[in-house]
């Protein structure tokens, strides 16, 4: 998995530029006035493990009379009996465990916090775009110019509240989900997503460093590839869709006209052609080469022509493949890091079929889809496995909800009706064989086959959402956006508020 340091510093330039212009510009405001430029590569602060806001206060000092003023309004606020108007009571006992263990020392300004674990945080914060998430600020009413420092204190304590609410909610987001699998009608029938508790949450703000930010991201490769991707589709330009391919002819190897560079223009967006083949009106064997390509990566016949069924794939906008890929991040973060008890988890596009007992792995076997699946079978499914038939050759998981998933070995017939090929089939059996025993709990099984995924070359792939899972799930998450103006970028730098005022 990816995280810390190297997923940080790999998206913090393009993940500081989108999502939170509506909701920091109050904030920035405050926080950045009077700051200098600071250049640098950001960093996760390892200087420390993961700290548990639950245990004793940590030894802040607070010189700074700046950090004072903030810290006196922070612990008045957070003294309420409940949440000032504006702020959500959710995350109310969070900022309590949070600042108390800190003397209500500020986290997003003042000389007692470090840089490092600063910029961390609002890189967290601000990469929450790239995986289609929208943290939302709660309005705390704050003037939209910066008042005087001695009158501010109240205002930086409510902006550095509404900063740790926001990567609260985004967090808490990650370690499960923002829509709950059943109200988007997933084929789920175990118990939804388990929420994070409070102490994990506050241990990731208070340090976030890898082994925190590992304790709530999800744990397949595949997300992190498509949080990258769905950066891609996000800064692609808008008119990426603003026209459609070409007229009603068909386009074939030899064609030639305006319709041909507009198709040679879209492949480049979509990276199916290199940009050095943007020009051009004819359709020759490097246009019919990037043809393939996407027909490929859409589940197409790659027979590099533009028919019907490619010309509507090409004219899919951005937008609804951003919808998409986000979907299936969505999806990933369903499923259990630590699962109690037997469970299978079976990942299509990572190709792995992980047996599990407790947490503690027993079984990776390495699987792939067929192409002579003759079910439907939706993104995910959670389940029980109830049975295990079969032999050597085929083997059938009977589910709970009346499903089955079938998995064949390399060796048996492609004729059969298998989804799925297992590179070990007798290993597989003999272990789901044993966790699946009368005197032994219940094997959930979470079975994810995305509409989306990035293929083992790196591309982007997609298969036909035949059951409409991502329609259904797509009405409920937030729609990701694209083109947001650049203002996350400065704030990497983001110095203490108080460094050059004094009250």
Known sequence: MIVADTVLQQRTVTALRRCLVPLLASALTLACAGCASEKGAARSDTSAASTSAAGARSSFVLTDSATQATAAALEQLLFSQAAPAGFSQTYWSIGRRIYDSRHYAPLWSGTENTDAKRRARMELLCRAADEGVAPALPDSGAPRAAPAFGRSADSLARHDLRLTFALAQYLATLA?????????????????????????????????????????????????????????????????????????????????????????????????????????????????????????????????????????????????????????????????????????????????????????????????????????????????????????????????????????????????????????????????????????????????????????????????DVTGADARLGARLPVPTVNRPDVCDSLAAVQTAAAGARP
């Open 176 to 464: 499960q989900g923002a829509v709950g699998p059943i109200a988007a009608g997933a084929a789920w029938h175990v118990a939804p997503p388990r929420a994070v508790p409070d102490s994990v949450l506050a241990a990731v703000i208070l340090t976030p460093d890898g082994a925190a930010i590992e304790s709530v991201m999800p744990a397949s490769p595949q997300y992190n590839f498509l949080a990258r991707e769905l950066k891609h589709l996000l800064d692609i330009d808008a008119q990426d869709s603003a026209r459609a391919v070409g007229d009603s002819a068909l386009l074939r190897p030899g064609s030639r006209g305006p319709a041909v560079e507009r198709l040679r223009q879209r492949l480049v967006r979509r990276g199916d052609l290199a940009p050095s083949d943007s020009s051009g009106i004819r359709y020759d064997a490097t246009v019919a080469r990037g043809v393939r390509n996407f027909q490929r990566r859409v589940g197409l016949d790659p027979d590099g022509s533009i028919g019907p069924a490619t010309r509507a794939a090409l004219d899919v906008t951005t937008g609804a493949r951003a919808r998409t890929v986000a979907a299936n991040l969505e999806r990933y973060r369903w499923i259990p890091r630590v699962p109690t008890g037997p469970t299978m988890i079976v990942d299509v596009a990572d190709g792995s079929a992980r047996l599990l007992r407790n947490g503690v792995l027993v079984l990776n076997a390495r699987i792939r889809a067929t192409s002579n699946c003759r079910t439907h079978l939706p993104p995910v499914i959670a389940d029980t496995i109830v049975r295990v038939t079969g032999g050597d050759a085929v083997v059938t998981l009977r589910l709970a909800a009346g499903d089955s998933v079938i998995i064949r070995s390399e060796a048996q017939s492609r004729n059969t009706s298998a989804c799925f090929i297992a590179d070990d089939l007798a290993a597989l059996r003999s272990a789901l064989a044993n966790s699946v025993a009368e005197d032994s709990p219940a094997t959930e099984l979470y079975l994810i086959w995305p509409t989306a995924y990035v293929g083992a070359d790196s591309a982007l792939m997609y298969r036909p």
